[in-house]
């Protein structure tokens, strides 16, 4: 399969001038990536990107009351793309045809009416208010996600329970997994990574997944591979850009991932841990999906990447570099209620699945939450530290400023990270990580929400109060809702998440 590159930006807004169909794309405070939909000619079209179209903000979660409502979507010129016509349906693609016009997909920015400026709780003016402050100090921050996933065959909401108790609970079925029908090779648990062709039921699907995304995204896939979960577990990930670029990238990733999903009549899942056993929380299930994330600093004058050291012996990892992990540590348990922001989140950060449990760094050591990579050497260009605590049910505008506020935190205040740990964590003795000051995450959404609360100065300059207040706001009431439930309610709330 050939990738070609997608149609300039200049070509892409040529196309739309003749098109009467515009999908309008911006995110809600909690991450969810909606769609408006406009119609016009050449002149209104003009017209939209000159002043915007109205929105409820009401409406979406996080925006605003009923009294005041009225908010504007102005396009991000620079997002302008052509809808990828593979994702329509046979209905719309045949509508398009004959009226011999194209969908466009630009990303826009929220505003308030009235010219009032910016809607300070939409998530992307966060990153945006992040990259003016990096401009402004000479910095450009480069970050890499890889965004993991489930592709299923079905989520039965109708299952009939098995117990005594009777009723209805969700139900995954995969044909990857042990007694489906037509499964030929099943995926052991835990037996996934990079499964062979003959066991991989995900291949083509990757394959397809990343022409659409270079080819009308300009989205450049590095590796797709399938993961160590069985159930149909996938990452795909992509070139490292700047931060707005990069939390952009991430939402059409999943909005592409769940549309050819749909259009193999499969259920694309992005919960932290859908495959979790609450009675046997510690052997059971399978690996959950994180969004592992890679950052490097650099400087804007000198083009150089302030993380990498040639001295350094022991991962070539400069000062600046360990000032900044210094703040990821300092301020994991409050930074956790951002990038692992659901109930689910928790049931994935437990020992014996890969996932980051234990706050401490270390060169390629995959049990701390903060890896030094280390595949290559003398490369100052690939030199980065990967956070690995996120996962994809967070919003990746906040995600991603969250994490750089932290590191930025650390190097503005000089905070030493402690001494590496380059040991298997998981199987040091409690007494051990004591005596070395490893602390753990916080167990549950609740404990990072108190741990927010406590500490978010370090965010403030990027942050307004507004949309903080409103996230955790929004987060106490998901606490509220879903704490204590059962793994299959769970499932009913956060399977589109």
């Known amino acids: 399969m050939s990738f070609t590159r997608s149609n300039s930006i200049l070509q892409g807004e040529k196309n739309a001038i003749d098109t009467g169909f515009v999908q309008l794309r911006y995110?809600?405070?909690?991450?969810?990536?909606?769609?408006?939909?406009?119609?016009?000619?050449?002149?209104?079209?003009?017209?939209?990107?000159?002043?915007?179209?109205?929105?409820?903000?009401?409406?979406?979660?996080?925006?605003?009351?009923?009294d005041e409502s009225d908010?504007?979507?102005?396009?991000?010129?620079?997002?302008?793309r052509i809808f990828p016509p593979s994702l329509l349906s046979l209905t719309e693609l045949s509508q398009l045809s004959h009226s011999n016009k194209e969908l466009l997909a630009v990303i826009a920015d929220v505003y308030q009416g009235f010219n009032e400026g910016r809607l300070v709780r939409d998530p992307r003016y966060v990153s945006q208010l992040m990259e003016e402050h990096l401009i402004e100090n000479n910095l450009t921050c480069q970050?890499?996600?890889?965004?993991?996933?489930?592709?299923?065959?079905?989520?039965?909401?109708?299952?009939?329970?098995?117990?005594?108790?009777?009723?209805?609970?969700?139900?995954?079925?995969?044909?990857?997994?042990?007694?489906?029908?037509?499964?030929?090779?099943?995926?052991?648990?835990?037996?996934?990574?990079d499964a062979p062709p003959f066991q991989d039921s995900l291949l083509e699907f990757r394959f397809e997944v990343a022409e659409i995304l270079r080819k009308y995204f300009s989205i450049d896939v590095t590796n797709l591979n399938h993961e160590v979960a069985s159930c149909g577990q996938i990452e795909i990930n992509f070139t490292h850009s700047t931060l707005t670029k990069a939390a952009d990238s991430v939402q059409i990733y999943k909005d592409v991932v769940r549309n050819v999903a749909k259009r193999y009549n499969k259920v694309a899942n992005f919960m932290p841990k859908p495959l979790f056993d609450i009675n046997n929380p510690l052997d059971g299930g399978d690996n959950g999906s994180g969004m592992h994330t890679s950052i490097s600093l650099w400087n804007n004058s000198s083009n150089t990447n302030l993380f990498y050291d040639s001295d350094d012996y022991y991962a070539e990892l400069s000062q600046i570099g360990r000032y900044f992990i210094g703040g990821l540590i300092e301020h994991a348990n409050s930074l956790a209620a951002i990038v692992a922001p659901t109930i689910n989140s928790y049931h994935r950060l437990i020992p014996g699945f890969e996932a980051p449990v234990y706050v401490a760094w270390g060169k390629g050591n995959r049990s701390a939450i903060i890896r030094i990579p280390i595949n290559e050497r003398n490369n100052s260009e690939s030199k980065r530290i990967e956070f690995r605590a996120p996962d994809p049910a967070s919003?990746?505008?906040?995600?991603?400023?969250?994490?750089?506020?932290?590191?930025?935190?650390?190097?503005?205040?000089?905070?030493d990270p402690g001494s590496s740990t380059d040991e298997n964590i998981y199987k040091m003795s409690d007494s051990k990580r004591n005596s070395l000051g490893i602390k753990s995450l916080p167990g549950s959404l609740r404990e990072s929400l108190d741990a927010l609360k406590s500490d978010s100065d370090y965010l403030k300059k990027y942050f307004p109060d507004e949309l903080l207040d409103t996230f955790v706001i929004l987060k106490n009431e998901e606490v509220a809702i879903v704490q204590d439930k059962s793994i299959a309610q769970e499932l009913m709330f956060y399977y589109d998440i």
Do not use: W
């Open 395 to 415: 919003n990746p505008y906040l995600a991603f400023s969250g994490i750089v506020a932290a590191g930025l935190d650390g190097i503005k205040n000089a905070i």
């Open 143 to 193: 970050l890499g996600p890889e965004v993991e996933c489930f592709v299923f065959d079905n989520i039965m909401f109708n299952h009939k329970c098995s117990n005594d108790k009777g009723g209805y609970e969700p139900k995954i079925i995969s044909s990857e997994q042990f007694g489906t029908d037509g499964c030929k090779y099943p995926i052991k648990r835990k037996g996934g990574y």
């Open 71 to 80: 908010m504007l979507l102005m396009p991000d010129r620079s997002t302008i």
């Open 27 to 66: 995110t809600d405070v909690l991450g969810k990536f909606l769609a408006k939909y406009v119609f016009g000619n050449k002149q209104s079209f003009e017209s939209l990107f000159k002043i915007g179209i109205g929105l409820d903000g009401s409406s979406v979660k996080g925006f605003s009351s009923i």
